[in-house]
Every structure is written in C-alpha cells, then in structure tokens.
C-alpha cells in the first residue's frame, strides 16, 4: 500500500464527526478541591483506583508501571470493567449514583460525557488544564469536543477510534481484498476453510453497542441515516432497509460462525488471532493484538483496508474513548496527575506502541517508535478507514436511542421480525424517546 507522510488532513476529517451529544443543561457540579487531595508532591503514598474494560494488549501495564516510576508516591490500581460496553456503562451508573469513591478515574466511550457530566458523575477538568498549562490546541479538535459540555471539559480524549477491514495478507492476495460487501461475501466463502481458517469473516453482532456499530456502518454504507443533523429521525428509508438487509445476510450466512450473536470484540479478536478466520471487522488495537507474538498465531500476516462499501461508499463507525475523574474521588490532585499522563504524549505513545490505539495528539503520527510498532497508521487504507468515520445519532438521550436500535437490529438477524418490521419500530420508538 502507498504510504502517506501527512495525517492532518484526514484527521481533520473527524473534527465534525466525533461530537459528544449536549443538552445544554447546567449539572451544578461545584469545582472544589477535597481538603484531603494528594498532589504529586506529597511525601504520602497514595492509591487510586482506575478503571476501564478489558484490556487484551499490554498498554494499560505499561502506562501504570511508566507512571509509576515518574510519581512514586502515587499508586495505581487498575479494576477491570465488563467489555460490553453497555454493562460498563451501567455499571459506572449505578455505583455513581450511589455517589461510590471506589474509583477514582475512568475511561468513557466518547457517547458517554454528556450524559455523565449532566448528571454529576464526573468532575470538571478546567481549572486542571488551565493549572498546569495544558494545550487543547494540540489534541484532534473533535475528539477532544465529545468530552465537552455546558463550556466545561468533563474528560480528556485518550484515543480515536474506527471500524476497520483486518485481513490476512497470506491468504487474501492483495487485488482479491473486497471493496464492497457483495465482493466481502464472495471472498469470505472463496477463502474460508483456506489455511487452517473455520470461518470466513468475524464481526460483533451480540445485543450491545458494539451492534449499533456495525449497523451504523451498513446503514451508511448504503445511504441511510438514523437521525439527520436536526435532530429528526430519518432512520425509515429504502437506504436504510437495504443496508440492514445486507448486514442481516451476512450476519446468517455460512461464512460467520453460527453462534455470532454472542460475539463482541474479545470474542472475535480472539478467533481472528487463533486463526480461524481471513477477515475481521474490528477496531485498530487489532492490528497490535495480530502481531503479539504471546498471543498471536497471525503475527506479521494481517493487512488492513478500510470497510467494504456499500451503493453510498465505505462507511466506519466513529469512536473512542475518553478519561474522565469520578467526581466523589477522594485523591482528586493525584487522579488528575494520571489522567494527565495517560491522554498525554507519553501515555498515549505507550497506548499506541503497545496497544495499537490510534492517537488523539496528531503529532505522535509522526513518531518514528509509533510507526515502527504501527505501520498501518502510514498505509493508505488506515487513512481511507478514518476518512469514512461516521458519528452515531448523536443525540441527548443516546442510550435509550442505542437500546432501541439493538433490539430490532437483534431481532431482525434471529428472524423474529423482517428488516421492514425493525426498521418501523425503530421509527416509532426512537421518535417517542426523543419528544
């Protein structure tokens, strides 16, 4: 693939697109300071806990063992999450409305700032920026925007996400990868069984945001939309039907396994690394998982693309996830002291080398040791991935919206309702939660 020497442009591209929902409503959090906070001064030793979902790379380590060798007297614990985001999600909620100090700092999909900020889980960041000098100018504009709300900066950006085309280079000839989903099909079916391969193409169908994901990406493939940039919902359309459609013919074809309904990232990374598969719909830590020789058997074999397209061009799911500090931590300074490590040049370089984690700083895509553990973010089909991002509906009460489109996604694929059917009920129901 030919190389690109400059990612400003296409990261530019995600300015408008990752954009955090608002509802302009005040959250009447109050900035202060615990008289008990431990700064990075402090003879003390002090413990916070972090926590984010499973982490199959060794960038969470690696960034705690790093920051712990620069602020000795503060220590870090990590506390794994559910991977389904939608459990994580839920259960940041519920211990948060129990107004829970047991974590300290956190990692947000970037749907979720808005809503935490409203409803005063997390603390506002401003006065820390502005404190130790921060340059916001420095971050992707649109990642950084999705932690804002209200004017405030509720979470700083720690990576970009994308859905992306992973293939295996030893088996797929380069001028068979598919650049349309009719083509993925064939070639999943030519090359299944191929080099020890069970299966011909692994995505994330489970019920859970990972499936709003994929959907997105079909439905925009194909011209459709779920809610327009007014906020009305659009989602009932011959562009959306046919994209559906084509995403429920895959997801119940003989090329993916037949248990696909549970599979979420891990479930599909893993089979992918195993080798059971020539293609894999996923996010770009897939490409450093591939060439982890503990746990790879594909290592060195896997190439990326950007996502087949549809009748309206390539389409990929925008994400990422934000840090964020629970606004009933105790250890507020020294919280502060890793989220600002961690979304930093040197955290976020330690989450690139290791964890294949796309940067929100645009000049670490330019780091010698980034692009030598991380070669496909100068090839041309890492940046035709990023070009095609598309935001999810982004909306007030994005939850409610997401449980409704996985519900009738999931029912369409089982065969309980057609296309049409899920399609109309999403209508209905999405347009009643957003009254």
Same mark, same amino acid.
């Given at each position: 693939?030919?190389?690109?020497?400059?990612?400003?442009?296409?990261?530019? *591209?995600?300015?408008?697109?990752?954009? *955090?929902?608002?509802?302009?409503?005040?959250?009447?959090? +109050?900035?202060?300071?615990?008289?008990?906070?431990?700064?990075? +001064?402090?003879?003390? &030793?002090?413990?916070? &806990?972090?926590?984010?979902?499973?982490? *199959?790379?060794?960038?969470?380590?690696?960034?705690?063992?790093?920051?712990?060798?620069?602020?000795?007297?503060?220590?870090?614990?990590?506390?794994?999450?559910?991977?389904?985001?939608?459990?994580?999600?839920? *259960?940041?909620?519920?211990?948060?409305?129990? +107004?829970?100090?047991?974590? $300290?700092?956190?990692?947000?999909? &970037? /749907?979720?700032?808005?809503?935490?900020?409203?409803?005063?889980?997390?603390?506002?960041?401003?006065?820390?920026?502005?404190?130790?000098?921060?340059?916001?100018?420095?971050?992707?504009?649109?990642?950084?925007?999705?932690?804002?709300?209200?004017?405030?900066?509720?979470?700083?950006?720690?990576?970009?996400?994308?859905?992306?085309?992973?293939?295996?280079?030893? /088996?797929?000839?380069?001028?068979?990868?598919?650049?349309?989903? $009719?083509?993925?099909?064939?070639?999943?079916?030519?090359?299944?069984?191929?080099?020890?391969?069970?299966?011909?193409?692994?995505?994330?169908?489970?019920? !859970?945001?990972?499936?709003?994901?994929?959907?997105?990406?079909?439905?925009?493939?194909?011209?459709?939309?779920?809610?327009?940039?007014?906020?009305?919902?659009?989602?009932?359309?011959?562009?959306? /039907?046919?994209?559906?459609?084509?995403?429920?013919?895959?997801?119940?074809?003989?090329?993916?396994?037949?248990?696909?309904?549970?599979?979420?990232? =891990?479930?599909?990374?893993?089979?992918?690394?195993?080798?059971?598969?020539?293609?894999?719909?996923?996010?770009?830590?897939?490409?450093?998982?591939?060439?982890?020789?503990?746990?790879?058997?594909?290592?060195?074999?896997?190439?990326?693309? =950007?996502?087949?397209?549809?009748?309206?061009?390539? #389409?990929?799911?925008?994400?990422?996830?934000?840090? %964020?500090?629970? %606004?009933?931590?105790?250890?507020?300074?020294?919280?502060?002291?890793?989220?600002?490590?961690?979304?930093?040049?040197?955290?976020?370089?330690?989450?690139?080398? !290791?964890?294949?984690?796309?940067?929100?700083?645009?000049?670490?895509?330019?780091?010698?040791?980034?692009?030598?553990?991380?070669?496909?973010?100068?090839?041309?089909?890492?940046?035709?991935?990023?070009? #095609? %991002?598309? =935001?999810?509906?982004?909306?007030?009460?994005? =939850?409610?919206?997401?449980?409704? /489109?996985?519900?009738?996604?999931?029912?369409?694929?089982?065969?309980?309702?057609?296309?049409?059917?899920?399609?109309?009920?999403?209508? +209905?129901?999405?347009?009643?939660?957003?009254?």
């Amino acid at each position: 693939m030919k190389k690109v020497t400059k990612f400003s442009s296409a990261l530019l *591209a995600l300015t408008l697109g990752l954009t *955090a929902c608002s509802s302009g409503q005040d959250t009447g959090t +109050k900035e202060t300071t615990d008289k008990n906070d431990d700064t990075k +001064k402090s003879e003390e &030793v002090v413990k916070i &806990v972090y926590a984010r979902g499973k982490d *199959a790379t060794k960038a969470t380590e690696e960034i705690v063992k790093a920051f712990e060798a620069k602020y000795p007297n503060i220590k870090v614990e990590f506390r794994e999450m559910p991977s389904d985001t939608g459990a994580q999600h839920d *259960a940041y909620v519920t211990m948060l409305n129990a +107004k829970s100090s047991e974590i $300290d700092v956190m990692d947000l999909d &970037v /749907i979720w700032p808005a809503e935490f900020a409203q409803a005063g889980y997390v603390l506002p960041l401003d006065r820390f920026i502005e404190k130790d000098g921060i340059d916001l100018n420095a971050y992707n504009q649109g990642a950084l925007a999705a932690g804002n709300f209200d004017g405030k900066q509720w979470a700083m950006p720690k990576f970009i996400d994308t859905g992306l085309l992973f293939y295996r280079k030893d /088996i797929v000839p380069e001028e068979k990868v598919p650049k349309t989903w $009719d083509e993925l099909l064939t070639a999943a079916r030519e090359f299944k069984g191929q080099g020890g391969t069970q299966f011909g193409y692994l995505m994330q169908a489970k019920q !859970y945001e990972g499936l709003v994901c994929n959907a997105i990406e079909f439905i925009a493939a194909y011209g459709g939309k779920i809610v327009d940039e007014n906020n009305n919902v659009v989602v009932n359309s011959p562009e959306t /039907i046919k994209g559906l459609k084509k995403m429920v013919e895959i997801a119940t074809s003989d090329v993916v396994p037949s248990n696909i309904t549970t599979f979420t990232e =891990p479930e599909s990374h893993t089979a992918f690394i195993e080798g059971q598969s020539p293609f894999i719909r996923n996010w770009p830590y897939q490409y450093a998982l591939a060439n982890d020789p503990e746990q790879s058997k594909i290592v060195d074999k896997v190439g990326v693309a =950007p996502l087949p397209a549809g009748d309206k061009g390539s #389409a990929a799911a925008l994400g990422g996830w934000m840090t %964020a500090i629970n %606004a009933y931590s105790k250890n507020k300074e020294a919280a502060w002291e890793f989220v600002k490590f961690m979304t930093g040049p040197e955290g976020q370089k330690i989450s690139a080398i !290791y964890g294949g984690l796309a940067p929100t700083l645009p000049e670490l895509f330019k780091d010698e040791e980034v692009l030598k553990a991380n070669p496909f973010f100068a090839e041309e089909g890492f940046v035709n991935g990023l070009n #095609a %991002a598309v =935001p999810r509906p982004v909306v007030p009460n994005y =939850p409610e919206v997401s449980e409704i /489109i996985q519900i009738n996604v999931s029912k369409a694929i089982a065969g309980q309702i057609t296309v049409e059917e899920a399609v109309a009920n999403m209508e +209905k129901e999405i347009k009643a939660v957003m009254q």
